[in-house]
């Protein structure tokens, strides 16, 4: 395909946030007879395409689900190399992301977190922090009910303080309560693997989100993948309720 040609493929409005369920590490190992964790390492090879994706189709917010609540549920040693390639990720890779002025941001909680790894995840923030290129956004010990619970506590306390009144309690008040506060809600969500769930990922920020659903597992999705679930998203029409 010739540039130009290239270029009015992508014709369209681009999204501006990204956001993506990443499915089917387990998969990809079954199928191929391989231990579950193989599934993952290549599952963080797929994280490093989707982040050069980005970059490609300047996209400013990419937000990606890497381990929810519920997965703390999974078998202690599954648990444990998944928190492990994200201790390796976080030493090995943020420097890079730094230079190519990606700004990284956790989202979800920390309490349970290996120490070490919510060190480096607090030093990764701090360092990347005045990066502008990218908005990369780990969801890690996330939960959307968790975050929405979350918003109306503080927001119940700052009533019972005094600090605001019933009437100040609207949608902008909230989202400004919620781990995304100062982000666009995402324009396009990406499901992996076959599944078309939404698995209590962005609840209140998915409410006008287009969603793409492709059967590739996780550790399968390419460059290609990206491109392809762009290119849909410009075909559609979003009216937004309206
Ligand atoms: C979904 O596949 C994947 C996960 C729950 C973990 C995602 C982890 C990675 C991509 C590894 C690297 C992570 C970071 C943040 C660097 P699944 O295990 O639910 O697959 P299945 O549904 O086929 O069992």
């Given at each position: 395909m010739t540039n130009l040609a290239a270029e009015i493929e992508f014709s369209g409005i681009k999204p501006l946030h990204v956001a993506i369920i990443m499915d089917g590490n387990g998969r990809w190992a079954n199928e191929r007879g391989l231990p579950r964790t193989m599934g993952h390492r290549e599952g963080a090879k797929a994280v490093s395409r989707a982040i050069e994706s980005a970059l490609d189709h300047e996209i400013k917010y990419l937000t990606l689900?890497?381990?929810?609540?519920?997965?703390?549920?999974?078998s202690p040693s599954e648990v444990s190399a998944i928190m492990g390639l994200l201790r390796l990720h976080l030493m090995q890779d943020v420097d890079k992301l730094k230079n190519e002025g990606i700004a990284i941001r956790f989202i979800g909680g920390r309490d349970k977190l290996p120490a070490d790894v919510r060190d480096l995840i607090e030093k990764s923030e701090q360092e990347t922090?005045?990066?502008?290129?990218l908005y990369l956004t780990l969801a890690v010990d996330y939960g959307g009910r968790q975050e929405l619970t979350d918003a109306a506590r503080r927001l119940a306390k700052l009533v019972l303080e005094g600090?605001?009144?019933?009437?100040?309690?609207d949608e902008f008040l909230f989202s400004q309560h919620l781990a995304t506060y100062g982000m666009p809600d995402p324009d396009l969500i990406i499901r992996t693997s076959g599944e078309q769930r939404v698995s209590n990922f962005l609840l209140w920020q998915m409410a006008y989100s287009e969603f793409w659903f492709t059967n590739v597992h996780w550790p399968d999705f390419s460059k290609k993948t990206f491109d392809e679930a762009v290119r849909i998203f410009q075909r559609r029409e979003r009216r937004f309720g309206s």
């Amino acid at each position: 395909m010739t540039n130009l040609a290239a270029e009015i493929e992508f014709s369209g409005i681009k999204p501006l946030h990204v956001a993506i369920i990443m499915d089917g590490n387990g998969r990809w190992a079954n199928e191929r007879g391989l231990p579950r964790t193989m599934g993952h390492r290549e599952g963080a090879k797929a994280v490093s395409r989707a982040i050069e994706s980005a970059l490609d189709h300047e996209i400013k917010y990419l937000t990606l689900f890497g381990f929810s609540r519920e997965n703390w549920s999974r078998s202690p040693s599954e648990v444990s190399a998944i928190m492990g390639l994200l201790r390796l990720h976080l030493m090995q890779d943020v420097d890079k992301l730094k230079n190519e002025g990606i700004a990284i941001r956790f989202i979800g909680g920390r309490d349970k977190l290996p120490a070490d790894v919510r060190d480096l995840i607090e030093k990764s923030e701090q360092e990347t922090a005045n990066n502008q290129r990218l908005y990369l956004t780990l969801a890690v010990d996330y939960g959307g009910r968790q975050e929405l619970t979350d918003a109306a506590r503080r927001l119940a306390k700052l009533v019972l303080e005094g600090e605001k009144s019933l009437k100040d309690i609207d949608e902008f008040l909230f989202s400004q309560h919620l781990a995304t506060y100062g982000m666009p809600d995402p324009d396009l969500i990406i499901r992996t693997s076959g599944e078309q769930r939404v698995s209590n990922f962005l609840l209140w920020q998915m409410a006008y989100s287009e969603f793409w659903f492709t059967n590739v597992h996780w550790p399968d999705f390419s460059k290609k993948t990206f491109d392809e679930a762009v290119r849909i998203f410009q075909r559609r029409e979003r009216r937004f309720g309206s």
